[in-house]
């Protein structure tokens, strides 16, 4: 695992990381917010009717994944997605706990009639409620993913994940893997995989390399990624499994930023995109989408590759977001916190809200939360001087109470 202690000049210097992202992260910040952000730039007359133009092997499963790939956490719509598929997208990913199962039912409605072997499903070990626990019975858990099967209008899951895994005891856990392997013999499943954006996201994913029962990953990778992820995909292609990227917009700040120009607002994702599928080592990536006019704005980077220009935008983004922007797979503050609150979970519910417009649902999940922002009203913030990028997170999770808190 990574010494988060150390700052991330030096952890990017000693892995080799080229000098200009290791300088972008070291600029002040400028970070502003338009006061009314478009929901979406004006549609460019290049991305109309954009479709899918670069397919990668998925590990060994012998699919060839769309490599922009369709994200259902937002989904609603289930005309959304059969766009998507008939602009060639065929992997989708969803769970349970996705908008409490209506993603699942939305899918399940937009792959009607569609060849089942024409498209990836992708679900999560989990209920409509939230994660299933470590020590979940083997019973639930099958019963579970039986639900998601229902809800979804198939007889199969091309790949079930261990959901938003932060620990090799959950990653391991014998009920999920004797679950996983008596619903593979059904024909219920085909594949197994884990998914993290979590503190311990690089030693969960090195040990689900490393452990020979994985055919699959799923972790935040973007700009802003730790350089040891880099070797962990190498090895994963080795040994045939299946790399697919997510959180790859960086926080989605892109469409919001003051400083950023229109043109910049519209390219930015297209630039993180075309990064993430510049290592030959990841399948694809997968980004949430819930309009139509994204599927035309995301499509539109399939099959591309970086310019100088959009590194250049890249840097620019991670200078001007560098002490706003809570990285997945850090955590340095955690500990540091005398009420246990899970920071890194409550600031990523405050960016669906603020910067995916998805506020109801991040709501939900931060009303689950054991420990809130209130708690920080009186508090020292002794978790602002752990964290390497300088967060003024005491002021982030009391504007985020205020923004998530259920009257």
């Given at each position: 695992?990574?010494d ?21 992260c ?7 917010l338009?006061?009314?952000p478009p ?14 133009r ?14 922009i ?14 766009r998507?598929?008939d ?43 939230g ?5 979940a ?6 019963e ?10 198939t ?5 079930v994940?261990?959901?938003?895994c ?39 994913m ?10 699959m ?15 962990i ?30 043109t ?19 399948s ?5 989408i ?12 399939s ?54 417009g ?50």
């Open positions: 695992m990574v988060r202690k150390l700052s991330r000049r030096a952890l990017l210097t000693s892995a080799g990381v080229a000098a200009s992202t290791t300088l972008a070291n600029y002040g910040t400028q970070f502003a338009l006061a009314n929901e979406t730039e004006t549609m460019q007359p290049q991305w109309a009717d954009a479709r899918v670069g397919y990668r092997p998925l590990g060994a499963t012998g699919f060839r994944m769309s490599d790939s369709f994200g259902c956490a937002g989904l609603s719509d289930p005309a959304v997605a059969r998507a598929i602009r060639g997208v065929n992997y989708f990913d969803t769970a349970p706990d996705y908008s409490h199962a209506s993603s699942e039912r939305a899918l399940g409605e937009a792959i009607r009639g569609v060849p089942r072997d024409q498209i990836f499903i992708v679900s999560k070990f989990c209920t409509p409620d994660h299933l626990s470590h020590d019975p083997t019973k639930t858990v099958i579970a993913v039986e639900d998601s099967l229902r809800r979804l209008s007889d199969h899951i091309d790949a994940l261990v959901h938003a932060n620990s090799t005891e959950r990653l391991m856990a014998p009920s999920v893997h004797e679950a996983f392997d008596r619903l593979k013999d059904a024909g219920k499943v085909r594949f197994l995989g884990v998914s993290s954006h979590t503190p311990q996201l690089e030693t969960v090195r040990h689900a390399v490393h452990s020979g029962r994985f055919d990953i799923m972790c935040a990778y973007n700009f802003e990624s730790w350089p040891a992820q880099a070797d995909f190498a090895l994963a292609r080795e040994r045939g499994i299946g790399v697919v990227a997510m959180k790859t917009l960086i926080g989605a700040y892109g469409s919001q930023l003051s400083d950023f120009t229109p910049e607002r519209q390219s930015f994702p297209q630039a993180a995109f075309h990064w993430v599928l510049s290592n030959p080592n990841v694809g990536l997968v980004i949430s819930s309009r139509f006019d994204q599927i035309d704005e995301y499509l539109y980077a099959g591309g590759t970086t310019s100088s220009s959009e590194h250049a935008l890249l840097e620019k983004y991670t200078r001007l977001i560098h002490h706003e922007y809570c990285r997945p797979g850090c955590g340095s503050c955690l500990e540091h916190c005398p009420r246990d609150l899970p920071i890194d979970d409550a600031l990523r519910y405050q960016m669906y809200a603020r910067n995916y998805r506020e109801r649902q991040a709501m939900q999940q931060y009303a689950r939360l054991p420990v809130q922002g209130d708690e920080c009203t009186h508090c020292p913030a002794p978790c602002e001087s752990a964290c390497p990028f300088e967060i003024p997170i005491r002021r982030r999770l009391l504007d985020t109470d205020r923004q998530l808190r259920f009257a």
